[in-house]
């Protein structure tokens, strides 16, 4: 799509319709409640008349909510590096039984490597300025892309979990500071529960102070992300400096060798490797949901640089956290929480709560980043009538919260690395597939005005599916299956299924992105409503640009 048909496409208006659901007061009690749910749809100019295939929040940015500069994009990774979960990556390193120097080279590699995916994943959103949801139209169909949508949900539900639970450690850090008492409360429920009454009192907690933040609108969060990016790297370092001074001068903390030697460091390093591109392989398919409120479409190409930076740097925190706590207390410390609740006089408590409280903003801009906002715009792509960002935002926060067990997977670093690396499987795949297509298949190209319309250049051959991307995504994760059953059973018998799993993020991106390009060359697609190929339709389109 030329650059002319997107600008008009972006500063198309939508005008508010009624949405046909007044059902008067004697239609019953369902009637009304649904009369209550159904939204006031603001019209597509996209999407045909009264359909369901988008409501606002689907619809490509307008100018005016296009607010995100290039620095907001420094800003957001600062604020998303420095937190407690990638703190305990620089830790999770160093407890496989990698040296510090490794684990740094492991955490650089592995951040420039999802720099790159999530780069040229975020410029199509840049230049476009459509949603993840929407942009999957282009690569798996019409239809088949819900079921991209569907994976994106669950995998995000999880993570919001994951993050409630570090928020929760926060709080319950706080209070600590606090009430050194509410140390001692006493657990009232049962083992098989995996969680005490006093950390359930900071998880209810945490839920509360978490749901204001989902009504704030998403082309606004990035004044939280300034703010946290200013806080938390001051708590940051001012937790080394203090590791450091009371270990003597840090000498002692580099000195902690590799566990491993020969092969078994190899596959220790790629297995660490592949964890840390799991830590943002949902940004290499979300980027797009921020990334189209991008004011200029080059914007996303300093990530590029902030990306490795900044997560070197966190990773080297927490891997001085780390040894420092061997020197301190006797056992490795992977979280920071755990290191500040060791300090129990009057200070220390000063200081544990604003470096708990620094890290509580820090996970609540993370949580709005990287999990609340793609669940809630893939759930407004699946009932686009019903949900908008805003409720699917209140859902993902219940859903997340409580449907979700976090304590389950957070409790070892073993689990942690298995759940890191279990859900690339299916994200590997997607982004392989979504980048091939735009960057190589259709040569930066696609008509957005086709992906609102179900029969459109983008409904493929039948079924509203392109089958090309379909045994892609098969042939990109169903090998990584042997491997994912021995992470969490045991069961596999072959070391080279294991080993492939290690490296499973490389082979899911690289397999998929080459047989898509390789089944689209062969067998190019077809358009159901064109009766022509997509590149000559798009090549079409781009002849009526130049002529208007």
């Not at 927490?318 to 300090?343: E, F, H, K, M």
């Amino acid at each position: 799509m030329s650059d002319s048909e997107t600008k008009e496409a972006s500063y198309s208006t939508a005008h508010a319709v009624p949405s046909g659901h007044n059902h008067g007061t004697s239609g019953g009690f369902l009637s009304r409640l649904r009369g209550k749910v159904v939204l006031e749809v603001e019209e597509s100019t996209y999407a045909p008349s009264g359909s369901r295939w988008s409501n606002r929040d689907l619809d490509p940015v307008p100018p005016e909510r296009q607010t995100w500069h290039t620095y907001d994009f420094v800003t957001y990774w600062i604020s998303d590096a420095f937190s407690v979960s990638n703190w305990r990556l620089g830790s999770v390193m160093v407890a496989v039984g990698l040296s510090w120097k490794l684990a740094l080279v492991a955490i650089g590699l592995g951040n420039f490597i999802m720099a790159l995916v999530v780069t040229y994943n975020g410029l199509i959103g840049a230049r476009l300025h459509i949603p993840f949801s929407v942009q999957a139209r282009a690569s798996f169909g019409f239809y088949f892309s819900y079921v991209m949508v569907i994976f994106r949900v669950v995998v995000s539900l999880f993570w919001y979990g994951i993050g409630m639970w570090i928020g929760a450690e926060c709080v319950q850090a706080i209070i600590f500071s606090w009430a050194p008492s509410f140390r001692d409360i006493p657990n009232l429920l049962p083992e098989s529960a995996g969680i005490e009454t006093g950390f359930m009192i900071s998880y209810f907690i945490y839920f509360l102070i978490m749901l204001p933040f989902h009504s704030v609108p998403v082309h606004k969060v990035r004044w939280i992300f300034a703010f946290k990016a200013v806080v938390t790297p001051i708590a940051c370092l001012a937790l080394v400096g203090w590791i450091v001074q009371s270990t003597g001068g840090g000498e002692e903390i580099f000195s902690f060798g590799n566990r491993y030697s020969g092969s078994q460091l190899g596959w220790a390093f790629m297995s660490g490797l592949n964890a840390m591109i799991g830590n943002f392989a949902t940004l290499g398919v979300n980027m797009n949901d921020f990334a189209r409120y991008s004011r200029k479409p080059s914007s996303p190409y300093v990530q590029l640089i902030a990306m490795p930076v900044v997560f070197i740097l966190i990773g080297l925190f927490g891997i001085i956290g780390a040894n420092g706590s061997r020197i301190l207390y006797g056992s490795l410390l992977w979280d920071p929480i755990l290191i500040i609740n060791n300090w129990t006089s009057p200070g220390g408590r000063a200081a544990a709560f604003f470096i708990a409280f620094a890290f509580l903003i820090s996970n609540i801009a993370i949580l709005l980043s990287a999990h609340t906002v793609a669940v809630a715009v893939d759930l407004s792509t699946l009932w686009p009538k019903y949900i908008n960002l805003r409720r699917g935002q209140y859902i993902c926060c219940i859903l997340g919260t409580w449907a979700v067990v976090p304590w389950k997977i957070l409790s070892s670093v073993e689990n942690l690395l298995d759940f890191l690396d279990a859900y690339t499987i299916w994200l590997a795949p997607i982004s392989g597939i979504l980048i091939a297509d735009y960057w190589i298949v259709h040569r930066q190209r696609a008509y957005i005005q086709d992906l609102y319309q179900p029969d459109g250049m983008y409904a493929y051959e039948r079924w509203g599916t392109n089958w090309r991307a379909v045994v892609a995504f098969t042939i990109g994760w169903v090998p990584l299956v042997p491997g994912l059953a021995n992470a969490t059973d045991g069961s596999a018998q072959s070391e080279g299924a294991i080993h492939l799993y290690d490296v499973g993020y490389f082979y899911g991106f690289l397999a998929t992105a080459t047989v898509y390009i390789g089944l689209s060359w062969a067998f190019p697609a077809t358009s159901r409503a064109t009766g022509k190929t997509i590149t000559q339709s798009l090549d079409e389109k781009e002849r009526e640009d130049c002529l208007a």
